[in-house]
């Protein structure tokens, strides 16, 4: 483990519209997957912070350590960036590891392998991110503390879009090395898939 002390934010702001449900509370072996996902990014980072419009809806899941920061909608649906803007302006460390609170498959071995390459990473990247066929895999990856302004701007200007705004930047790709790690839930069929694995 290097010196890079990092925060985590995990987004627990979507609609959820194809589950049919919210996603962050789909038990995945017993356990809410919100709460699986906050307690692999404690193992990862000092500092976890929950962005979601609805803190009152995760309050009885076992999180300790993990503060809700609660998110602003700027519209009816937002999206993801604009929710990680308002965690990213809490950050205090260089380093923040953004996670989606979909991602059944997280492993700490991948995620710490990775942070250990941050040092690593050039001085005019802004992110660290997972790279596949449809772009950058933004919901689970590192961004620097320092992209904010930039970002802000971005969403000024009405941009939502993950992949367009790392399109306008620097960013370093991590080696995936296990695929199925960034794989999401978003629907009942991706659930049954997590079941059947």
Known sequence: MTNNKITAIVLAGGQSSRMGEDKALIPIEGIPM?????SI???CADTVYVVTPWPERYQHLVLPGCQ?????????SHGPLVGFS???AQVQTDWVLLL???LPKLKVEVLQEWIARLDSVGDDAIAALAHHAKGWEPLCGFY???CLPEL??????GGRSFQQWLKQHSVQVLPVLEPEMLFNCNTPEDLADTDNK
Do not use: K, M, Y
């Open 34 to 38: 919100l709460q699986r996902v906050c």
């Open 41 to 43: 990014a404690q193992a």
């Open 68 to 76: 809700f920061i609660s998110e602003t909608p700027l519209s009816p």
């Open 86 to 88: 308002q965690g990213l």
């Open 100 to 102: 989606a609170c979909d």
């Open 144 to 146: 620097r503390r320092r």
């Open 152 to 157: 802000l701007e971005f969403i000024n200007q």
